[in-house]
């Protein structure tokens, strides 16, 4: 006869969107001071929120701790409603309006500049201005990015279909350079192999810490009322089927917490969104930054995007 496992020794399974270099410390902590098992799936945000749709009910996830807004909403409807006391913990922008999902740390979209090639009081006040001949082989992008993918996303709700189409032909007649990731757009951007880079700010904090300040990048916060300057969120949601919901309901109150949050601010150089911890001083405060106005949990149209940027040629 098999003993049937009492809940609270069942480890807590998360699908993770978020790097393991960037969130596997903080994990470690969690399992250190709430004595809770933790075992973590990771790949791309996209990735695993199509794995959770394909999975459906029968996934062993308890958590989909995801990049950004749009790969959580893209499955909001496999995740339960969140205590108020929870979603509380964030400003009203950064969470979903029907409480399946919580913001945990902010990320604005910023362009990442050549120091020596580039004046900032040159650049364009909107992306719009990135399509000019002028910036012809001088741009960068992951293209795969799901931060991308969001902002695009944010363009298409605001700007309609086709004038997001335009601006993308715009930018792909500028012939941009492709890469993998956010981390060598901003490497690139640093060593004057492009000018340019469309990125989260995040990423050249990272490397100014690690080759100080003489790094050749630094960001750019666009001006104009438009996707340029959304500011979106990581989070995280709870699966309806997860059985373990007490120890993913601890998970998401330990993000959020004062040592969470402070992670986020020193540790990955993002936007705390608990009051309770400060944001790094070398980032330019929220308050100061001229944020699109948006309603992210819209930003749930992931396939439409991805099928738009393949016609354009951005995507294979």
Do not use: C
């Not at 969001?150 to 605001?158: I, N, P």
């Not at 690690?210 to 995280?236: C, K, M, Q």
């Not at 059985?243 to 309901?249: E, I, P, R, T």
């Amino acid at each position: 006869m098999v003993t049937a496992v009492p809940e609270e020794t069942k480890p807590l399974v998360i699908y993770s969107g978020r790097g393991e270099s960037l969130v596997q410390p903080l994990i470690d902590q969690f399992q250190a001071v709430s004595g809770i098992e933790v075992q973590v799936n990771y790949g791309k945000t996209t990735a695993m929120a199509a794995t959770l749709l394909e999975e459906g009910s029968k996934t062993p996830a308890d958590v989909f701790f995801a990049q950004d807004p749009g790969g959580l909403g893209s499955v909001d409807s496999m995740l339960s409603t969140l205590s108020s006391d929870l979603v509380a913990m964030v400003p009203d922008w950064a969470s979903d309006p029907e409480g399946k999902w919580v913001g945990t740390s902010g990320r604005a979209r910023v362009v990442v500049y050549n120091t020596e090639a580039v004046d900032p009081a040159d650049l364009p006040t909107s992306l719009e201005g990135f399509t000019d001949p002028k910036w012809k082989g001088k741009i960068g992008f992951p293209p795969t990015n799901s931060s991308f993918h969001a902002m695009v996303t944010g363009m298409r709700l605001e700007w309609g279909e086709e004038k997001t189409k335009t601006w993308l032909e715009g930018i792909m007649a500028n012939e941009p350079k492709f890469y993998a990731k956010n981390t060598p757009t901003v490497e690139a951007a640093g060593k004057g192999e492009i000018e340019v880079g469309f990125v989260n700010h995040y990423y050249l904090h990272r490397f100014i810490a690690e080759n100080g300040e003489s790094f050749g990048a630094r960001n750019y916060h666009t001006t104009a009322d438009d996707p340029g300057s959304i500011v979106l969120v990581a989070g995280a949601g709870i699966l309806e089927q997860s059985d373990n919901k007490d120890a993913a309901n601890e998970f998401l109150k330990f993000l959020l917490s004062p040592v969470g949050q402070q992670f986020f601010a020193s540790q990955t150089y993002e936007y705390p969104l608990n009051d309770g911890a400060k944001a790094n001083r070398l980032l330019t405060p929220l308050a100061d930054i001229k944020k699109f106005d948006i309603d992210i949990a819209e930003l749930k149209d992931i396939e439409g995007t991805v099928a738009l940027l393949t016609e354009v040629g951005a995507l294979q």
